[in-house]
């Protein structure tokens, strides 16, 4: 019986259909890759042993042996110096292309997994990829690795929408400010809004509630300050300045759309109805119901957490559940 030969490169497409098959979306996906890593991606199951050659082929000695360069006293030209950095630059870009490539199929293996009804896959524009695959050479890090795999999946999946301009800013994103905005996935409501002129926004909002609605009940105090304290580590100071708030000066009020006396609003993505079993919703205006007020989610914001797979904080959604009651209110799961 013969045995696979582990040390040769293999073709990304047999590579990505042996995990995926050879469903709707795969060829796409194929086609992104193929334009960052070429036609053929090092066994995955060598991963560990290219990071290792990596480490090793970044030794000057190393590498001047393999580029049959001068070593004695360690007098280098100049050229031969620039062709010894820009070996190793590219070696360690095509290593972190080829480690998203592989983060990108397991996402997309992911999502098709937990959906029965996937968007139709869409082939990312020529210069988004371009743009996308120059900057993914720079990553290093494992956990922007995973970050930056995502981003090229749901690309190509239609479940997330990146934009260029937010490329630029992911690649400057550092693993603390990554951590923050994963947490802020956890606590980020959207809702249908209504525009100022009263005509309805089918679009929707996305925000931070950190204060119940508007005028606060007697007793409600205590409950707001649970939900500001909740999210103290996702202020203005430390996401609006990188341009995840809107930053107009004012609090945010969160005024949702009333249908047949029901507001929807979705927290960390998980869908919910408020109805009133005491005060009207639309108390505060006729056809709006303010939900509280907090930050606004930029539209940068929510392109990033369109990236992440968050769950809904549970002391902060009892702490939404009392607020609610205060008004007499009731929020529960939206029954699908």
Not at 59 to 81: D, F, P
Not at 87 to 116: C, F, G, H, P, W
Not at 206 to 231: F, S, Y
Not at 253 to 261: K, L, N, P, S
Request: net charge negative.
């Amino acid at each position: 019986m013969g045995t696979e030969d582990t040390n040769h490169p293999v073709s990304i497409s047999g590579s990505i259909t042996d995990v995926l098959g050879a469903g709707k979306g795969v060829g796409v996906l194929v086609s992104a890759i193929e334009r960052g890593v070429g036609k053929v991606l090092g066994p995955w199951q060598r991963k560990r042993e290219n990071r290792a050659e990596l480490e090793s082929f970044a030794e000057w000695t190393s590498l001047l042996k393999q580029q049959g360069l001068r070593i004695a006293g360690g007098e280098l030209s100049l050229g031969e110096r620039t062709l010894a950095r820009l070996t190793v630059d590219a070696v360690r870009e095509q290593e972190a292309r080829e480690d998203i490539a592989v983060e990108a199929v397991l996402d997309y293996k992911r999502l098709t997994d937990a959906s029965n009804v996937m968007p139709e896959p869409t082939a990312p524009e020529p210069e988004w990829l371009d743009r996308f695959w120059k900057l993914a050479g720079e990553i290093s890090s494992e956990s922007m690795k995973s970050l930056w795999g995502r981003v090229l999946a749901r690309k190509v999946a239609g479940t997330a929408e990146v934009s260029a301009r937010t490329l630029v800013f992911l690649s400057t994103l550092s693993t603390t400010e990554a951590k923050r905005i994963a947490r802020l996935g956890n606590f980020a409501c959207s809702f249908t809004p209504v525009i100022v002129e009263e005509q309805y926004d089918d679009t929707q909002k996305a925000c931070l509630l950190r204060q119940g609605p508007h005028p606060v009940p007697k007793g409600a105090e205590k409950i707001n300050r649970v939900l500001v304290d909740l999210t103290a580590d996702l202020s203005s100071s430390h996401l609006g300045s990188i341009g995840v708030y809107s930053e107009s000066g004012w609090g945010y009020g969160a005024d949702a759309r009333i249908d047949d006396q029901t507001v929807r609003i979705a927290v960390a993505g998980k869908r919910y109805v408020l109805r009133s079993y005491i005060t009207p919703l639309d108390s505060y205006k006729a056809g709006r119901c303010n939900i509280g007020s907090g930050m606004e989610i930029t539209r940068l914001g929510q392109e990033l957490l369109s990236l992440l797979d968050p769950e809904p904080d549970p002391p902060y959604m009892k702490a939404l559940w009392d607020a609610y009651d205060a008004f007499g209110w009731a929020i529960r799961p939206e029954k699908v």
